[in-house]
């Protein structure tokens, strides 16, 4: 009965690979989210879809690409892996408006 | 950036202490959540209190809200070790803006 889980939960790749990660809410929220959080610990808003339309997209790379296929999904495609994208990666789901949001376990991404 | 501040960064304390902490923010807010973060989990909602809301109670979760100074402090009364881990605040805009989050306290409950 999980309510938002990611897979995978842990990801160890080279530099220039393509990866991706999935996220899954049961939750009948419509609005998911994509967070990284860095090794400060600072968690950092990355996209935001509601009911599958791409509502926030803050500063992040082009090789970051969100998709939503359904409003119960909302996976992270990363072309190119650089250095610097290793981080947990978290998923999250909210009824509209700022509510209160629901993260999934995390994904460690760690890039050689 | 509304960005939330918490204070301390750390704060190690005995059980069955109390613990405080901090938060402040730069602009106007609908809502300030706190979340708990343990080691290697996602994020777990704590508590949410609205702009005119002065003070909010949950079990051992006292938080507090003062908009004049833009500042909201989280206190869990008699700790236990389990209540080790992260705190982060978390400001609420308006419209469509996003959540944004502090870079969190540390807390340690040593038993």
């Known amino acids: 009965d999980t309510a938002v889980s990611q897979t995978p939960k842990y990801l160890v790749t080279q530099m220039g690979n393509d990866k991706s990660i999935k996220c899954e809410q049961n939750l009948g929220h419509d609005t998911m989210y994509w967070y990284k959080q860095d090794s400060k610990k600072f968690l950092k808003i990355m996209f935001s879809y509601n009911n599958k339309e791409l509502i926030i997209n803050e500063t992040v790379p082009n090789r970051f690409s969100p998709k939503s296929p359904d409003k119960a999904h909302l996976n992270l495609h990363i072309n190119s892996l650089e250095l610097g994208d290793s981080a947990v990666y978290f998923c999250?789901?909210?009824?509209?408006?700022?509510?209160?949001?629901?993260f999934g376990p995390g994904t460690r991404l760690t890039v050689l | 950036s509304q960005q939330g501040e918490e204070d301390p960064q750390a704060l190690s304390i005995q059980e069955g202490e109390n613990a405080t902490m901090n938060c402040s923010y730069k602009t106007s807010i609908n809502n300030l959540q706190w979340y708990r973060q343990n080691s290697g989990r996602g994020l777990v909602h704590l508590i949410l209190i609205r702009s005119n809301e002065r003070e909010k109670h949950s079990g051992r979760l006292r938080v507090t809200l003062d908009t004049s100074k833009k500042s909201s402090s989280l206190l869990i009364t008699a700790s236990r070790a389990a209540d080790t881990a992260s705190y982060f605040c978390a400001t609420d805009g308006s419209g469509n803006t996003p959540l944004v989050f502090g870079k969190g306290t540390r807390l340690s409950v040593i038993a």
């Open positions: 999250a789901s909210s009824l509209p408006g700022g509510s209160t949001q629901y």
